[in-house]
């Protein structure tokens, strides 16, 4: 049996995930994998950081960069728990990430609602892994501010 693999991964991103609800961000996560080894990690921190780009995406990819002294990624990984929003979507274009694996599809933001391809054209794309603990996390979140909210 594998020990790396996909839903191995996804949970680790789901632990970053996890962090920010208990902060009270959008739970979203991410880990950045190159040769089976985590080399960056981050959830959403728009609220701490008062920064609307501080997408999980973001700031492990920027995380990932500084580790390899690259701008590329082109031989990682990026799992996160909901697909990434255009922006991120944009941003992983620029740093030819290999591979992108997420959980929950973003049916209002997502980059696949793009009528234009948004990520680099050798990118490959794992969808699905982990979706419902993903989706669960995003949807509790949402439900635990609308019944503050009431």
């Not at 089976?36 to 780009?53: F, G, P, S, V, Y």
């Not at 948004?118 to 949402?142: A, N, R, S």
Request: aromatic share 8%.
């Amino acid at each position: 049996m594998e020990l790396y693999t996909a839903d191995f991964f996804m949970t680790e991103a789901l632990k970053e995930a996890r962090k920010a609800f208990d902060l009270g961000e959008i739970p979203v996560g991410a880990v950045v994998v190159s040769h089976n080894k985590i080399i960056a990690r981050a959830h959403n921190q728009t609220e701490k950081l008062t920064d609307a780009t501080a997408h999980a995406e973001m700031l492990a990819c920027t995380s990932a960069a500084n580790y390899l002294g690259s701008k590329y990624l082109d031989e990682c990984t990026l799992y996160v728990t909901l697909e990434p929003c255009i922006m991120c979507g944009g941003a992983l274009h620029w740093v030819q990430l290999q591979k992108l694996v997420y959980g929950a599809d973003d049916v209002q933001r997502g980059y696949s609602l793009s009528k234009s391809p948004v990520l680099h054209p050798k990118t490959e794309i794992e969808k699905g892994v982990k979706k419902e603990l993903c989706k669960k996390l995003i949807d509790d979140f949402f439900k635990r501010i609308r019944e503050k909210g009431s």
